[in-house]
Structures are given as structure tokens and as C-alpha cells.
């Protein structure tokens, strides 16, 4: 085999809570995170040649050379810790938008560890290669294991649940720029916040009651990120209005899903969404059952 293929799908938050910030500026989180099936795809190619090289469907973004993409940096560190011969010719398949809160780069790299381990043969562990990419970003060992999962710590401490049952879920994503940075460096944890109740969303995971964990969906990071870009509030509304058990804003933002029991009418969202919002990404797809580890 000189050459593999490699899904890597993208995430929705149940539940984002900060518990505090540490000296380093980094946050103390727990939350709860769900795999769904809107999927890139990560080829990588054993070369003659030693070098690496990168190509995507779609541009990166201004300002963002090719050496700071997170696949390049998991090709390299990879190449370097185990002294792979010859190079890779990596080609990435976008689908999931980029800077939404879909953590889509975080499982691009991912699925360049998950790949460059099954293709060179090395037979690293799941723990291994969490241990890896927490180095490269706090959601990437999420992307490695995949499902429902507790996240806690900076995103790295992660406890298998039982697996969601598969709803139709609608993802919204205006043409904004949220800044992750801003939304955390803006959220004001003196203050009186509206707390997500994860233990009562762990329990309604536990009992498969889809439903319920719709009705609880919370993201503290709404108090900062509604408030500057009030569409998401609107957005949440209007799915809501047109269906969903629930709605919610992903990571930092700026996606805003649906959840929905029902296949009809979330195609009837998906088409109301469609009209309304010209300009913007919607996309309907599953939360994607994986057993737990």
C-alpha cells in the first residue's frame, strides 16, 4: 500500500462550559462533544522525493501559508519523530467550512495521523496518537477517537458516553469571522452566566433520550459571541421555528445547528434555510453513531 484515504468528519458541541482560565492562558472546560457525518478527506501518497507537499480543493485563507496548516504539521512531525523515508503528496477534500466551530482542521489532522500510522505501518495506539496530536491542537484527539464523547481539561481528558442516537442535524454558518481568541479573551467568568447542566445531559445521553439532550443543548461562549454577531441568535430562532428540538451555537461560532427527530421536517428547514439565507453554508447532515471506546 503506497496510498490511503482517510474521512475525517466533523463535530458539534452538546454542552461548552469554562470552569476558569489558567496562568497560561489557557481554559478549564468541560463539555460535550458529538461527531456528525459531514466529512473531508485526507489522501496521502508515498513519494519518491523527500518533501512534503499539500493540495486542497479550496484556498487556503489569507494569511495562512500552507506551513501552518494543521495536516502539513502532522505530515512533518510525523516524517521527523520516526524517520519516515522518502516524502508524502497529501491532498485534502474540503467540505467542512472552515473556521465554524466544526472543528473540520482539527480532524483534517487527525485523519493525517490516523493515516500516516495505518500507511507507514507503525502500529501506534489510539492513546499514542492522542498524545501526538494534543501537541498539535486541544479538539484533535476528540477527532482521532470520534463519537460522544466528555471532554475535559483544555479538550484533552475525554470519557467515552453512550452513543448518541443518530438525529438529523442542520448546520447554519453566516459569512462572518468569529475569533476564538476574542471569544475567550471576552468571557467574563466573574459575572452571573448561564452554566450548561452537563450532568443532566450525561444522564439523558445514558438513557438515549435524544429529545432531552436537544431540550438542554447550552454554549457559554453565546453570552460573548450572540451578543457581537446577533444573526446567530436569529439563526437559532429560526430553527427553532422551523422544526428543531433544539438549537445551539458550535465552539466559538460562528455555525448554529438544529437538531431534528424527524427526517421531513428537517428537509423542510433545509429548504426554508436554503431560500432564506442565500449567501450562507447550510448543510444537512446526521450525528454519526460510534460505539464507545
Keep these: 500500500m503506497d496510498k490511503i484515504t482517510v474521512k475525517a468528519p466533523a463535530k458539534i458541541n452538546l454542552t461548552l462550559d469554562v470552569l476558569g482560565r489558567r496562568e497560561n492562558g489557557y481554559h478549564d472546560l468541560r463539555m460535550i462533544m458529538q461527531t456528525i457525518d459531514l466529512c473531508d478527506e485526507v489522501t496521502i501518497e508515498q513519494i519518491t522525493a523527500e518533501e512534503i507537499t499539500l493540495s486542497m480543493n479550496k484556498e487556503l485563507p489569507d494569511g495562512c501559508p500552507m506551513q501552518k496548516n494543521l495536516v502539513y504539521r502532522a505530515a512533518i512531525l510525523m516524517k521527523e519523530r520516526y524517520a519516515l523515508p522518502d516524502g508524502m503528496n497529501i491532498i485534502l477534500t474540503k467540505n467542512i467550512p472552515a473556521a465554524a466551530g466544526l472543528a473540520g482542521g ?17 502500529g501506534l495506539s489510539l492513546d499514542e496518537l492522542c498524545d501526538i496530536g494534543v501537541t498539535l491542537g486541544a479538539d484533535v484527539p476528540f477527532c ?150
Design 106 to 122: 482539527s480532524s483534517d489532522c487527525a485523519a493525517t495521523l490516523l493515516g500516516i500510522n495505518e500507511l507507514y505501518k507503525l
Design 144 to 293: 482521532i477517537r470520534k463519537g460522544t464523547m466528555l471532554s475535559e481539561g483544555i479538550g484533552e481528558i475525554l470519557t467515552p458516553l453512550t452513543p448518541l442516537p443518530p438525529m438529523w442535524t442542520l448546520l447554519i454558518k453566516p459569512n462572518i469571522s468569529v475569533s476564538t481568541a476574542y471569544v475567550y479573551g471576552n468571557l467574563d467568568l466573574q459575572k452571573q452566566l448561564d452554566h450548561p447542566d452537563t450532568d443532566a445531559v450525561l444522564d439523558a445521553i445514558a438513557h438515549c433520550d435524544g429529545a432531552k439532550v436537544a431540550h438542554l443543548l447550552s454554549n457559554v461562549l453565546e453570552t460573548v459571541t450572540i451578543p457581537k454577531y446577533p444573526v446567530l441568535a436569529e439563526l437559532k430562532q429560526f430553527l427553532l421555528e422551523n422544526g428543531a428540538v433544539g438549537a445551539l451555537m458550535s465552539g466559538s461560532g460562528p455555525t448554529t445547528y438544529g437538531l431534528f427527530q424527524d427526517e421531513i421536517a428537517a428537509r423542510m428547514a433545509l429548504s426554508a434555510a436554503t431560500q432564506k439565507y442565500t449567501n450562507y453554508d447550510v448543510i444537512l447532515c446526521q450525528t454519526k453513531n460510534v460505539p464507545a471506546l
